[in-house]
């Protein structure tokens, strides 16, 4: 079992960044593909990127690609979600999960609680 637990959430404004952290306890990370997820209020959780058990590759959804960034690091069990140039639009619940590769929620065993973002115009 792995157990994950997302922080770094919080309001900022438009244009603003924020880092958000993924941690693992339980089992270590660094064999698992992890993936990051949100769901704004009323709509479907949507896929935002993945980065791979080694860090070797990245995947991002269009609507954050050159914004977001994903990265890893195994030591500390961690992986993490760097946003810049924050939109209104990116405002919602945000969800670490490990276990696929893909933008399918349905591929991934292991979810967090959620960290709220809320981005101010």
Known sequence: ??????SGGGLVQAGGSLR????ASGRT???YNVGWF?????????FVGAIRWNGG????A???KGRFTISRDNAKNAVYLQMN???PEDTANYYCAAG?????RFDYNYWGQGTQVTVSS
Do not use: F, I, M, P
């Open 1 to 6: 079992q792995v157990q994950l637990a997302e």
């Open 20 to 23: 958000l952290s993924c941690v």
């Open 29 to 31: 990370l660094s064999s």
């Open 38 to 46: 949100r769901q704004a209020a009323g709509k479907e959780r949507e």
């Open 57 to 60: 590759s990245t995947s991002y």
């Open 62 to 64: 269009d609507s954050v």
């Open 85 to 87: 140039s924050l939109k």
């Open 100 to 104: 696929g590769y893909s933008s399918n």
